[in-house]
């Protein structure tokens, strides 16, 4: 991760790491930051990389 | 031949035709009346003003000064005999008088009668007597009118009456000298060209062999040193003359390591319509003389052979045979014009210093200092500079303008004027003992403007989709410049960009502002009137000369531009490339459609008619903010937050909320809180692709500041303590990451005295801070499932 000072309270950070990627970041990771299971299954269910959105004007919502 | 020369004159649609003297061998009024009425012809043809000086064969017969003395023929015809000081141009019709008739006779004995011979005596009354303590001055001073630029024109006269069997030499009188100097002085207006006309040579001839027929002698006027040093003084540009008939071009500088030097240019031509070749003159010629918008003098030198007719235009000739091109270097043209400012403007200053600094949040920084600010006599108490502070309108002046501790110790004063449209007037009010001292006046202004630099050549296409430029800039440049409206001495312009940009290259482009034609001063602050609409005119040559100044400063990280004496008017710009990353389009394509379709969403559930997938996709956002609130507290969670999706509106480059939640109320935030592209904290992560943290610190900085949040009326209206914002992605694995592929931009802000936001920023935080990312945008792909009904409520 690169980090970016903007300001003495302000940070920019960009991923410039494979460490940054969504792959890379582990179960025991989320688990130290206060993730519960249902936050995790999530996490493993939803690391799609793309999801097409609804054709056209045909908006489900 | 002749016929030939006025049409290639013609051809050049010149504005002012000079002729500079011996238009007869005769000088008798019939002579001269038709060589009048010729010169009527080529002025009405071509346009133009046409002045004429006398040369020696115009006052003297075979242009010999002998026994016989100085006609006034030439006088007669071609100036105002009736004005106390002689009148420019030819503008009378010509009347020819009768021919006289000479008595024949043979060889040498006929050629000396006739040479001896009185001029006929002039059929128009004399003119009137003058008195005998003051000689008649035949030079003259004139600005011809019609002209697309102010032109002083002096004509003057070097055929001296006084010293008999001169022959061919020449001499300004000092009356004459006298009388030009007296009349330069009182020229007020000043003249953005000063041109001076002379018969004789201001100069030694080249090539002139030694020998009698050409003896410099005969053709350097015998106090040329005088009349150059006159011209220098009055700051003419350019010196043309002619007596000898041959093409001469020369350049004089005689202080060119002197501030107080002026660059002037000498110039000659051949006989205009020679048949055969006479007295080792030169091959028949004639130069034509352009003078640029910048004031860069060229001298085309046109050369013709005996009998031959001209060239219409060097297309038709080889150059350095046909034509030779003079063209002034770019240092005289600088040089000319800051003298010809410094002529018309009361204030000039040694000194400015421009520093530009960008940062990595396209914010812009700048620091103008001015030094060795003068004023011509008398010196007021108070001298007021202007100083206007241009934002683009998707900007905000975070800081300043404001006065350091030295100006202020200076009594240096700064208030604020009245607007102009979207620029802010600022008035600098600087003591006038401060600008006699030996320092002069100055003071050090310092203001910063943030979300004002362009970063990447996505905002460039989007900025310019919604509102396209009126100024015809090119696309994907971003560029700082400064308009230079007074005489400056040493102008300095540094930059610094963000890391990002440290391998690009700057380029350099100056562009007039103001035309020559149109040059106003505004009374108010002695500077030149730029109107606000007015239209840049890129200045090729200024640029390429301008461009020498550039310099990298390794040490200090940033570029430096020096420009000596820049020309008032004109506006110095220093740009870079914006970097582009290849769009795909497929995906951009989908990122737009998730664009519009979250936004639909927002609308459906502000409406009250949401379906259950966006039901679902509140829920979503709910435990996405209880999460995120785990993760980002010290103490396993906030007691009060508050999170918000806003996804990006191309229609109007803002940002807006779609779904949010705050834990003291149960409404979602207004949905007109819009964030500008760039500005705030979302704003400035989905302009950039970067997460940005951002913490209430005592030292906090007023570029990088998140929007104020939108509480409700009668909410406790506290100020956050720290705010994280993330952007989303259509496709989280494209490196590096791009706004066309961003959809928006989750926000979460903490009011905890714990929160790990302020954290972010340590080194050793960089896993939880891809932990946070990575986290952040799965839970939003999972919400995108739910929009599209692929997870069950």
Redesign the interface.
Known sequence: ?K?????????????DSE????E??TEE??RG???DD??IR??K??????????PGSD??? | MWEAVKQATVHQKPHLIIVSGDLVDDPIIYNLRLVQGDLNDLAQRAGACVHVIAGNHDVFRSGLNTVVGRSDAFDQVFRDVNATSAAPGTVAVATPVARTTVPQGRGMFRWLRDFLRPYEAAPEPPPPPIAAARPRVRSLICQPDGLPLPVLLALIDSNSNDAKLAFAAGEVLPHELVALETDLGKRATPHLLRIAVIHHHVLPIAFSHGRIIGNEQLMVLTNAADVLALLARHRFDLILHGHKHRSQFVRLDFSPADTEGYPMAVASAGAAALTRERNHTDSCGFNFIEVADNGRITVTSFAYGYGKAPLIDTVQGTRNIDYRIYEEPFAAVARRGYWRARQMHKIWCDSRIYSFEVTENGDLIVDNRLAGLRHAAPVPNVVTCRHVVATPAHGRLAVGPSLDEASLGRQVKLSEGPAIGRRRQFVIAIPGDSLTSEDGGGYLLHHEVANSITLTAWEDAERRRVNPPRDGRPERQEWVSVLVIYPIEMLEIRLRLPSAFEKSQPAIRCERMVSPSDYEIDPEYDTVKVDDDAQPVPDDALTGYTVQGLTWLAAERRWRLKVRRPMVGCRYEIYWPLPATPADPEIRSQTRGWRDTLLALELRLRTGSPSAPAQAAVQVFDELTRDLSTMLSGSGGDQRYAAALFVYDQALLVLRPVLSRRSWADTPVRHDFHIPLGDGLAGAAFQQCRTIAWSNAPDQSALVQPKPYPYEPGEDAEAERAIVAIPVYHDQTLRPPSPWNAIGVVSYSSWGTLSKIPTMGYPTASAFVAAVNGFTQVQFNRLRETVLGHVPP
């Open positions: 991760m980090v970016i000072p903007l300001s003495p309270s302000a940070y920019a950070f960009e991923p460490g940054d990627r969504i890379a970041i990771r989320l930051y206060g993730l249902r936050a999530t996490f269910q939803f690391r799609t990389a793309r999801i097409e959105p609804p908006v489900l919502v």
